[in-house]
């Protein structure tokens, strides 16, 4: 997760510099979007049962989060990935991302899914995703496949610099924090120097990356406060789950697997009121009928 939210500020913060990248584009027009879609069920006229059975479930209008930037007439898709494992496989998600945008926006979509970590996996080598009727293309980049020379020109692409092709991982290590020791403006200084070292994390031992980056200044940034916050918050849920469950099967024996993971997935907010509501509950149906009528919050396909 702290990968996630590491990549996810650079491009929200730095739209303009992966435009840069990524493009070819030099602009100051970049919007950042909102990263939910919601998506409206669709309903065919018929649809035999023979053909049907056997079908995922259909989605329900679940909101998807991801990062886009608006360039101009373009939407650029940005998805960063540590490792090739995803319950909706990667390749039919951005399928899924793309026909969403397109409904939405109704503009050019150029989609770029970076993997972070280097792997084998033949998903990682793949770019596009093929059915029956359909083949969609999407970029890949493997990072530690790219030149880092522009990463390292750029103080907002640093961190992945730290992932990028080298001879010698540890000198452009040293490169990195001395272009890092080179940003003037002391918060950008941290919070770049924070991103560099979460994302250096996946490449390099810890004591390495302590001995070119000063803990204090990581501590004092911003991403690194954010991690801090939604780990805390991670740790909240969990207690949370942990407590409803135990009163659940204290009073109602064995829970449904279904309704566990259903429970599992709610937010802080959702499962306090939870843990008011059950107690006005008398059968397991109960609960069963509250949770049908709780809107899921920002589920990810990711996930």
Known sequence: MAYDNTCKYLAENYPAEFASWLLSIDTSDIQVLKTELNLEPIRADSVSPVLREGFPPQATGEPV????????????????????????????????????????????IKQVLIFLQATSSAIAFQTQYI??????????????????????????????????????????????????????????????????????????DKNVIKQLFREEIMQES????????KGEQRGLQKGEVAVILRLLKLRFGAIEPEIEQQIRKLLIAQLEELTEALLGFNS???L??????????QPSLGD
Not at 288 to 297: D, K, T
């Open 222 to 229: 911003v991403i690194y406060q954010d991690i801090l916050q």
């Open 131 to 204: 059915d029956t009727n359909t083949t969609h293309r999407y970029r890949v980049i493997r990072l530690w496949e790219e030149d880092p020379t522009p990463l390292l020109a750029n103080p907002a692409l640093l961190s992945l610099a730290t992932l990028a092709r080298s001879d010698s991982p540890q000198r452009l290590l040293e490169q990195v924090a001395t272009a890092v020791d080179m940003i003037e403006e002391t918060d950008e200084r941290q919070n770049i120097s924070a991103c560099v070292q979460v994302l250096a994390g996946l490449r390099f």
């Open 288 to 297: 069963v009928n509250y949770l049908a009528n709780i809107s899921p919050l």
């Open 284 to 286: 397991q149906s109960d």
């Open 65 to 108: 989060r991801v990062t886009f930037l608006q360039i101009a007439n373009q939407i650029l898709h940005l998805e960063f990935q540590t490792t090739p494992k995803s319950t909706t496989p990667l390749d039919f998600r951005m399928l899924d991302y793309y026909t969403r945008l397109k409904r939405e926006y109704w503009c050019e």
